[in-house]
């Protein structure tokens, strides 16, 4: 469960409710034809947008905003080192006996252990990278498809309101509640835009970036297990791929120190 998530929309709804209720009534700020205006709007408008099969994923790319367990490149990596330990010690075709719940990394072992060539697996992998991140990439487009829809329509609706409010100029004592009303309509765009529709298109493209690296971290291991490399010689260059604060080189203080001393003693 992503708690960030929560977290923001939870300070995002105290802080425009808070500041409703304690400046005026909140009645005023509910208007039943400017919701219906917005809110069918825009699921019309989506659906204009997209074909059946993307709408039908709707749900998921909102669910993942929330039930999502975030990729630990870290974790990867050192289990792609016990994997590269398994190759050494036994073969490469005893990865395909070890449990691997990644579907990913199993794939690529897979790979790895029917002896294909390292530029095939590349491709290979490589292909389920790109498609991946197509699917997600439709995902977020589809999010921010809502969030244009949220203003547009909320500017349709304070346009519908303001002709309406200019054939009652008549009644000056009209148009002060009619412009709330209108404009009602252009809160309730920003609102789905800025609250919810944005933030979940930027959250997936994060996650989607997040997907991607563990998947390159998974590419070149494999490749490094196929070449023969030296187990801590493949997590050392995959460490590369995080940033400094996040590596971790298990082992290699101790052999440069085993190796300093050796040499210390070879000079005595």
Same mark, same amino acid.
């Given at each position: 469960?992503?708690?960030?998530?929560? %977290?923001?929309?939870?300070?995002?709804?105290?802080?425009? %409710? @808070?500041?409703?209720?304690?400046?005026?009534?909140?009645? %005023?700020?509910?208007?039943?034809?400017?919701?219906? $205006?917005? @809110?069918?709007?825009?699921? +019309?408008?989506?659906?204009?947008?997209?074909?059946?099969?993307?709408?039908?994923?709707?749900?998921?790319?909102?669910?993942?905003?929330?039930?999502?367990?975030?990729?630990?490149?870290?974790?990867?990596?050192?289990?792609?080192?016990?994997? *590269? &330990?398994?190759?050494?010690?036994? =073969?490469?075709? #005893?990865?395909?006996?070890?449990?691997?719940?990644?579907?990913?990394?199993?794939?690529?072992?897979?790979?790895?252990?029917?002896?294909?060539?390292?530029?095939?697996?590349?491709?290979?992998?490589?292909?389920?990278?790109? #498609?991946?991140?197509?699917?997600?990439?439709? +995902?977020?487009?589809?999010?921010?498809?809502? #969030?244009?829809?949220?203003?547009?329509?909320?500017?349709?609706?304070?346009?519908?309101?303001?002709?309406?409010?200019?054939?009652?100029?008549?009644?000056?004592?009209? %148009?002060?509640?009619?412009?709330?009303?209108?404009?009602?309509?252009?809160?309730? +765009?920003?609102?789905?835009?800025?609250?919810? *529709?944005?933030?979940?298109?930027?959250?997936? =493209?994060?996650?989607?970036?997040?997907?991607?690296?563990?998947?390159?971290?998974?590419? !070149?291991?494999?490749?490094?297990?196929? !070449?023969?490399?030296?187990?801590? $010689?493949?997590? &050392?260059?995959?460490?590369?791929?995080?940033?400094?604060?996040?590596?971790?080189?298990?082992?290699?203080?101790?052999? @440069?120190? *085993?190796?300093?001393? @050796? !040499?210390?003693? +070879?000079?005595?």
């Amino acid at each position: 469960m992503d708690i960030a998530t929560i %977290i923001g929309f939870t300070v995002c709804m105290v802080a425009l %409710i @808070g500041s409703i209720v304690t400046s005026a009534d909140i009645i %005023i700020f509910y208007d039943l034809p400017s919701a219906l $205006l917005v @809110g069918l709007g825009v699921i +019309g408008g989506t659906f204009i947008k997209w074909p059946m099969e993307v709408l039908k994923d709707a749900g998921k790319y909102c669910m993942k905003m929330i039930f999502f367990t975030p990729a630990d490149p870290v974790e990867t990596i050192n289990e792609i080192g016990k994997l *590269a &330990e398994t190759a050494r010690r036994e =073969s490469v075709f #005893a990865l395909e006996k070890v449990p691997i719940e990644d579907a990913f990394l199993k794939k690529a072992m897979a790979l790895a252990a029917d002896n294909r060539p390292p530029e095939v697996i590349s491709s290979i992998l490589q292909l389920e990278i790109d #498609a991946m991140a197509g699917r997600h990439k439709t +995902g977020a487009d589809f999010m921010d498809g809502v #969030a244009d829809s949220g203003p547009a329509f909320g500017m349709l609706g304070t346009l519908i309101g303001l002709v309406i409010m200019l054939q009652n100029l008549s009644d000056p004592s009209s %148009i002060g509640p009619a412009m709330a009303v209108a404009i009602l309509t252009t809160l309730y +765009g920003s609102i789905i835009s800025n609250v919810f *529709a944005i933030p979940m298109k930027n959250k997936l =493209s994060v996650r989607s970036s997040d997907e991607v690296l563990k998947m390159n971290i998974i590419i !070149a291991g494999t490749l490094g297990i196929v !070449a023969g490399e030296n187990p801590r $010689l493949i997590k &050392e260059k995959l460490n590369s791929f995080l940033p400094p604060s996040q590596r971790s080189l298990d082992g290699m203080e101790g052999d @440069g120190a *085993a190796a300093g001393g @050796g !040499a210390e003693k +070879g000079k005595e």
